[in-house]
């Protein structure tokens, strides 16, 4: 099972870059979450889904735009990356929110110099 | 203020002790609350949930939550070195959105 798979693991960007973190799941949930974790610090939240075509802001969500065509992908668009958005983004999914777990990908780690 | 608080420590805890953990919440309006658990360089990965007021047993692990007082904790038990890790607390707001804190690192001493 491939649960949660995020592309790529690593990247390194330029100041005014843009690209795009792929998310995609095979367990057919209804709720995505975008997530960027800063070193030693916990998870915000930049935006969320919760079914192809809803998305929503979460608490971080200036510099970044998602879409959410189909149930299985939920790309994170980065434009004009900036060192502030040097951080590791976890993309999870869940079909039970009120039980909280959340499936995560392994992260991707991205430094903007 | 932030959604969910929680001392970012580090705490230190000897192996066989209780460590203990917590984490307040400001929106009144959530109503479930869960503890993560993150190895360095890894994903988080769930411990336990807990949506009514009181004390969750799972093992080693109790969660308490108060909503009077908007706040949610985490004993571990006889600790553990495999323990040690970054716990984070999280709350599920309105519309889904899954809320999280600024994580507590522990470190158990053998």
């Known amino acids: 099972n491939a649960g949660v798979t995020q592309t790529p693991k690593f990247r390194i960007l330029k100041i005014g870059q843009s690209m795009t973190l792929q998310c995609t799941q095979d367990m057919n949930h209804n709720y995505m979450y975008w997530y960027r974790q800063d070193p030693g610090m916990g998870l915000k939240l930049i935006y969320y889904s919760v079914g192809a075509g809803i998305t929503d802001k979460g608490e971080v969500p200036n510099g970044y735009n998602v879409s959410r065509s189909t149930t299985e992908d939920f790309p994170l668009r980065l434009e004009l990356a900036a060192p502030s958005q040097t951080s590791v983004y976890f993309c999870a999914s869940t079909q039970k929110t009120n039980t909280g777990e959340l499936f995560f990908g392994e992260g991707s780690r991205l430094t903007v110099l | 203020q932030k959604e969910v608080e929680q001392n970012s420590g580090p705490l230190s805890v000897p192996e066989g002790a209780i460590a203990s953990l917590n984490c307040t919440y400001s929106?009144?309006?959530?109503?479930?609350f869960f503890w993560y658990r993150q190895y360095s360089g890894k994903s988080p990965e769930l411990i336990m949930f807990i949506y009514s007021n009181g004390d969750k047993e799972d093992g080693r692990f109790t969660a308490q939550l108060n909503k009077a007082s908007q706040y949610v904790s985490l004993l571990i038990r006889d600790s553990q070195p495999s323990d040690s890790a970054t716990y984070l607390c999280?709350?599920?707001?309105?519309?889904?959105?899954?809320?999280f804190g600024q994580g507590t690192r522990l470190t158990i001493n053998p």
């Open positions: 999280a709350a599920k707001g309105g519309a889904q959105k899954l809320v």
């Open positions: 929106d009144r309006g959530s109503q479930s």
